[in-house]
């Protein structure tokens, strides 16, 4: 089939995914898409034009062979599916809920240039549910074969989110001994502590660590990176390599008066208490949240949204989101933002905050907005917001959640000699193999670019796994003849 040449099957319209009524979902924190069946499942992948130079397969970060893995789905044999996808991604069920595949894999699709692109990630989420592993070897690397363990050789992976995962699985899978470091009390860094249940069950992530635990890698929460242990004492004391995937957790603030007021909050505090604290389960956990009644969320990506749409679920009455430009410029995803209006979110567009307003009691009570409107084109990018002088006006509110991004924590910087940063603390690597300025020392994930994707992450952590692979290893070793043999095939 020609790349260029869409046949009859892209007049198939795309296969809707189940979801739970907005009315509903709105107030409970299950998982807002259902998940395909069989049957809708081999209808989708029945869309797939099984191009022989597959765009889609560029425009992954980990470069999936997306249409083997759907010609399997097609043929009905999902654990060959599970197994293509496996080569590559070590996170399968969590890429297909959380990656914004209408901007990689799907935004590339041939399908899309004249209509519905594959659903790839639904396809991809479907798979990863239904495999049932046979073995721990199995649901890591997909097939039956793993490597035979290799006890003169350790690794250590400081953060436990999607970086550190795919870089401990990728090393385990090849027999090299991985101990996680992770700083808080459960393992999974943003996906357990920042996503919420309803994008994101902790019970997907919790699967994939438990495989990984059974392949031999050791988790210790509770071990805080650059503080409780550091690099230096790391390879001071025999591992071979060090990988730093710690993220990009260091909350930004507005810098406008009445910031530390009662009811303020950072996104990235208040997720971590509702996620990690399980406030969301309240009264059968007994850690409550602030409770809110009119929440403004400040910020327009995926953050933003998460903390608004948890909010409404903790039982607000209103929610707004204030965003200095248009819907437009958002970079949220699209579907994030369709669900969250579905489910009653105001969006307030062209509004930035100029203060928080507290009582007596140093509780927020208002905030005080400026008008904005769109100016020229800034270096993002994207046009700059302008304040409309004179234009101004009061919001009632008891809660903000300020999500505006967030930067690089210093602490491993600070406690690691000649280890080199850039911009704002993040730490220089190499963006082809993810080694920093210290020798077998990698990096990788938001630490090293700052705030992008989950994919985008696992991508880094498996660059830098397959070149620490290949230094202790040998090239041969570190890249077997299956996964060489997939590659080769993709690219023929």
């Known amino acids: 089939m020609n790349a260029t040449a869409p046949s009859k099957k892209a007049k198939a319209p795309r296969t809707a995914m189940p979801e739970q009524d907005p009315k509903v979902r709105a107030r409970n924190f299950e998982e807002v898409a259902l998940g395909y069946t069989a049957e809708m499942a081999a209808a989708e992948a029945a869309r797939c034009l099984q191009c022989k130079k597959p765009a889609c397969r560029k425009g992954c970060p980990v470069e999936i062979d997306i249409p083997a893995f759907i010609k399997q789905v097609v043929a009905g044999d999902l654990d060959a599916a599970y197994g293509v996808i496996r080569e590559t991604n070590s996170l399968p069920a969590v890429c297909g809920r959380v990656c914004p595949q209408e901007t990689q894999c799907e935004g590339s699709c041939i399908l899309g240039k004249k209509g519905e692109p594959v659903a790839i990630g639904r396809l991809e989420r479907f798979v990863a549910d239904s495999f049932l592993a046979k073995s721990a070897c199995e649901t890591v690397t997909g097939t039956p074969a793993c490597s035979m ?29 991985v101990t996680v470091f992770e700083a808080l009390h459960e393992v999974g860094g943003v996906l357990v502590y920042g996503i ?38 790391l390879l001071e004391s025999g591992y071979d390599a060090v990988f730093i995937g710690v993220g990009a957790g260091l909350p930004r603030f507005l810098g406008i008066p009445g910031e530390n007021l009662i009811g303020v909050f950072s996104a990235n505090e208040y997720l971590t208490r509702v996620n990690l604290g399980r406030a969301y389960k309240f009264p059968a956990t007994d850690t409550p949240t602030f409770p809110g009644k009119h929440v403004v969320v400040f910020g327009g990506g995926n953050v933003a949204m998460d903390s608004a749409r ?12 204030a965003y200095r430009r248009t819907e437009h410029e958002m970079p949220c995803r699209r579907e994030e933002l369709h669900h969250a209006k579905e489910e009653g979110l105001e969006i307030l567009c062209l509004n930035a905050p100029l203060e928080f307003i507290g009582d007596d009691k140093g509780r927020l009570t208002a905030i005080a907005m400026q008008k904005m409107m769109l100016g020229e084109p800034d270096d993002s990018g994207r046009c700059a917001p302008v304040a409309c002088q004179g234009d101004t006006c009061t919001l009632a509110a008891d809660m903000a959640i300020v999500a505006v991004g967030t930067g690089a924590n210093p602490l491993i910087s600070q406690t690691t000699p000649g280890l080199s940063t850039y911009r704002r603390g993040y730490i220089t690597a190499d963006p082809e193999t993810g080694e920093t300025s210290i ?21 880094a952590g498996r660059r830098a796994a397959k070149a620490i692979a290949e230094r202790l290893l040998g090239a041969a070793a570190a890249d077997p003849p299956q996964a060489r043999a997939a590659d080769d095939s993709a690219d023929a």
């Open 149 to 177: 363990a290799r006890d003169d050789l350790k690794v250590a992976c400081i953060g436990s989110g999607p970086s550190s995962l795919t870089c401990a699985g990728y090393l385990a899978a090849r027999g090299i001994p």
């Open 196 to 233: 919420p249940e309803f994008r994101l069950p902790k019970g997907v992530v919790r699967q994939e660590v438990q495989a990984m635990k059974a392949l031999g890698v050791e988790f210790r929460p509770n071990w805080v990176g650059g503080k409780t242990i550091t690099v230096p004492e």
């Open 310 to 321: 948890t909010a409404m679920r903790l039982g607000a009455e209103k929610v707004s989101l």
């Open 439 to 459: 020798r077998n020392v990698f990096a990788g994930g938001d630490i090293v670019t700052g705030a992008a994707t989950v994919i985008s992450a696992m991508g």
